[in-house]
């Protein structure tokens, strides 16, 4: 199989409502984006952030991240999609559609 195939590489996708009424539960909420942006995720929306993983093992190393860094109260999805299924995603800004791009690539070394 190819290794840089379209169904091989990852995006891992990470979602939360967290609470924010108090000052530690804001504590909490910047605590955990900012394991995220450490971690190499982008922000694609105030409470989404992704990264781009070149395999599942990959993915779920950084899967594992985020599990450890879990806030003590609030709600966390994580997702992962292929390369492929993340193309075929469709944006649109005030209705107009937008092009995918492919926000926080990332170089792999050897």
């Not at 840089?4 to 909420?29: C, G, N, Q």
């Not at 781009?52 to 991240?65: G, L, P, Q, T």
């Not at 390369?83 to 050897?110: R, V, Y």
Request: glycine share 4%; with cysteine; aromatic share 12%.
């Amino acid at each position: 199989m190819d290794r840089f195939s379209e169904y091989r590489i990852m995006w891992v996708l990470v979602f939360f409502d967290l609470p924010t009424d108090t000052k530690k539960e804001r504590k909490a909420a910047a605590e955990f984006r900012k394991k995220l942006l450490n971690d190499g995720f982008t922000m694609f929306q105030f409470s989404i952030y992704l990264r781009h993983c070149a395999s599942m093992e990959n993915a779920d190393v950084h899967i594992k991240r985020v599990k450890m860094s879990l806030p003590e109260y609030g709600e966390v999805g994580i997702m992962c999609v292929t390369d492929k299924q993340f193309g075929s995603m469709e944006i649109f800004h005030n209705k107009k559609a937008e092009e995918t791009s492919t926000p926080g690539q990332q170089l792999e070394l050897f």
